[in-house]
């Protein structure tokens, strides 16, 4: 079967004895931003993180977080696409191409559906060509965590949106925006207009923002990857 690719390339530095890691910075989240993305949601990547784990000084945590949007309650029945193939690309001397891939396969849809994990290691192929590589023998389920292999632990399930984004005060900006939800404006194209966001919420602060996405309890499905900061630099 010929799989989809979605990717995200991440930077690894190493200093001493110590490595440090980057990610390619990015400045928005991705929602439905357009009608092919809409209609194919196991493709849309919306926010891509990594950061020190919090109880492993030597462990970094990679997320990668797909299908947004997910209505309240349907998260546990929400599966990953299994015709794309998730990719975290790790490219460790700043050259744009990767060193190592991470990849989470799917098999199946729905509640039980299986995950596996291959990686991090060498990639039969870099760039824009890529390879479904020999995964771990130790698979997983839909919102379960397991550990394929010594010192990794993954989720791959339905989480809420960690999107900040007040939705309504953008409509109110541009009023003839179609929102991806229900592909019409949401708001009165002959309503006032304003003409800047809402500040962030705080003490003092009359008119704040609001959490669109947390307001109306949106999730998503996020690949969630804990592993040793070693295995990115081998």
Avoid: W
């Amino acid at each position: 079967m010929k799989h989809r690719v979605i990717a995200y390339c991440a930077i690894g530095l190493v200093a001493l004895a110590t490595p440090v890691f980057l990610i390619k910075r990015s400045h928005a989240s991705d929602h439905a931003d357009t009608p092919n993305i809409a209609a194919n949601p196991g493709e849309d990547i919306s926010d891509v993180f990594i950061f020190p784990s919090s109880s492993n000084p030597n462990n970094v945590v990679l997320v990668m977080n797909v299908h947004p949007l997910i209505n309240p309650g349907s998260g546990p029945s929400t599966s990953f696409d299994p015709n794309v193939l998730y990719q975290f690309k790790v490219d460790n001397t700043g050259d744009g191409v990767e060193d190592l891939v991470i990849q989470a396969q799917f098999t199946g849809t729905g509640p039980t559906q299986g995950v596996a994990i291959a990686g991090p290691l060498r990639p039969s192929t870099t760039g824009n060509s890529n390879v479904k590589e020999k995964a771990y023998a130790t698979t997983g389920t839909l919102n379960t965590t397991f550990s394929p292999t010594r010192g990794m632990t993954v989720f791959c399930g339905a989480r809420e949106d960690p999107f900040f984004f007040d939705l309504d005060q953008f409509f109110t900006i541009f009023p003839d925006r179609a929102t991806p939800i229900t592909g019409t404006p949401v708001s009165n194209p002959n309503a006032p207009q304003a003409t800047t966001f809402r500040q962030a919420p705080g003490p003092g602060v009359t008119n704040p923002a609001v959490d669109f996405l947390s307001a109306h309890q949106f999730n998503v499905l996020s690949i969630v990857i804990e592993l040793p900061r070693s295995m990115l630099t081998q």
